[in-house]
């Protein structure tokens, strides 16, 4: 698979240590949107720090059903996945 091509889904780690979940076939510039204050409403008021995490989703289909399953994670296993992840 050609990764320009696959969608991604990304974990950030906002300033208030919440975490937000997306998908996007650019993670440094979907990042970066988040960061300028123009991406998700959440965002806007949970002022993004880092990516903590991203995976390679394949299709878009395929992201928005991976996107929906980590948000439907109980935040206590969303803190144990993200446990051995580099600032995560």
Do not use: N
């Not at 919440?18 to 002022?47: E, M, N």
């Not at 993004?48 to 399953?69: S, T």
Request: hydrophobic content about 40%.
């Amino acid at each position: 698979m050609h990764h320009a091509m696959a969608w991604f889904v990304y974990v950030l780690r906002c300033v208030d240590g919440s975490l937000y979940c997306g998908i996007t076939k650019d993670v440094p510039a979907r990042f970066a949107t988040h960061v300028a204050g123009r991406g998700a409403r959440y965002t806007r008021s949970h002022r993004p720090r880092r990516v903590v995490l991203c995976w390679v989703a394949g299709d878009q289909g395929q992201a928005l059903r991976e996107e929906r399953w980590f948000k439907s994670l109980p935040r206590r296993v969303k803190d144990v996945l993200l446990e051995d992840v580099p600032g995560g």
